[in-house]
């Protein structure tokens, strides 16, 4: 049976606020209702190692969901985060943080890891995705062209690879592309199957 007729008896909740994570959802056809929207304190002990930062923090997110789950539901929460040389860069706070990062990535390699969690009433599935992006040597005048331009305030690493920057700047990946964009969906697809099937 294929995983989109498997959920018609279910109830799928996507926690996430992101455009970009709701548009891939409905591209791979997992039919979800978006969850309401709640508060979660993201924060992540400091010893944590960065590339355990995003499956700490979709673990958190789910579980600081604050209705219980009703049979039949699936909550679905992620995180993703840039790891450069063991240093997470997450959501840039303003614009001078937007340039810094960039400004950092350019001429690099770095590594984009999402972590997905999976939680019904009785059971939780953790997993993370990893790509690396090779940036070429940006100048300052492209890397203040995009910030400006676009805006990349609410993506983590201060860029969108599905943006300008993505087609001007990057060299290659190793991995999912969908990953970079903010969720592994051949991943989540494949582990959402598997899941299901335990229910």
């Known amino acids: 049976m294929l995983l989109h007729e498997k959920l018609r008896s279910r109830r799928l909740l996507l926690a996430s606020q992101s455009p970009r994570r709701r548009e891939l959802m409905t591209a791979c056809g997992l039919p979800y209702t978006l969850a309401p929207k709640y508060d979660c304190e993201e924060h992540y002990p400091a010893a944590?190692?960065?590339?355990?930062?995003?499956?700490?923090?979709?673990?958190?997110?789910?579980?600081?969901?604050?209705?219980p789950l009703a049979a039949g539901e699936i909550l679905l929460t992620a995180d993703t985060v840039v790891v450069l040389r063991d240093r997470v860069l997450g959501k840039p706070a303003g614009r001078d943080e937007a340039l810094a990062m960039l400004r950092a990535l350019s001429g690099h390699r770095h590594t984009v890891v999402s972590g997905v969690t999976l939680r019904t009433a009785t059971r939780m599935h953790t997993f993370a995705v990893e790509t690396d992006v090779w940036f070429r040597p940006l100048t300052d005048e492209e890397i203040v062209y995009y910030v400006d331009t676009f805006r990349p305030f609410d993506k983590a690493g201060a860029y969108g690879i599905q943006e300008w920057i993505g087609y001007a700047a990057i060299e290659r990946i190793d991995g999912s592309?969908?990953?970079?964009?903010?969720?592994?969906?051949?991943?989540?697809?494949?582990?959402?199957?598997k899941f299901t099937d335990l229910l």
């Open 48 to 67: 944590l190692p960065a590339r355990e930062v995003p499956v700490f923090l979709s673990r958190l997110k789910s579980e600081a969901y604050p209705a």
């Open 177 to 193: 592309f969908y990953n970079v964009m903010g969720l592994p969906v051949q991943r989540l697809y494949t582990e959402l199957d």
